[in-house]
């Protein structure tokens, strides 16, 4: 008599702890993406500083040369001459 009642509870407990495994192994499924998607945004966070950094260097140097009195030309493209073209020899 106390036979089946010990192998009763024990199969009980080995139900109960299959369920908390499988609960356990899909709460983990199911957070895996997320763990993925919260490093893409950190990875791109990372790239959109970098890229930030680069334009607004850009900008600064678009805006010193704004404020040249004599911009430096280096032959190429002129706004009044247009192409004047390259001389390879």
């Not at 997320?34 to 791109?44: G, T």
Request: net charge negative; aromatic share 10%; glycine share 8%.
């Amino acid at each position: 008599m106390f036979g089946n009642i010990l192998t009763n509870v024990s199969v009980g407990l080995h139900k109960d702890e299959v369920k908390l495994r499988k609960l356990l192994g899909e709460l983990y499924e199911f957070k895996r993406p997320i763990a993925a998607l919260e490093v893409m945004c950190r990875e791109r966070a990372v790239l959109a500083k970098r890229e930030m950094e680069y334009w607004l260097a850009e900008a600064e140097e678009w805006k010193q040369l704004r404020k040249s009195p004599d911009p430096p030309v280096e032959g190429g493209v002129t706004a009044i001459e247009g192409y004047t073209g390259f001389n390879y020899q």
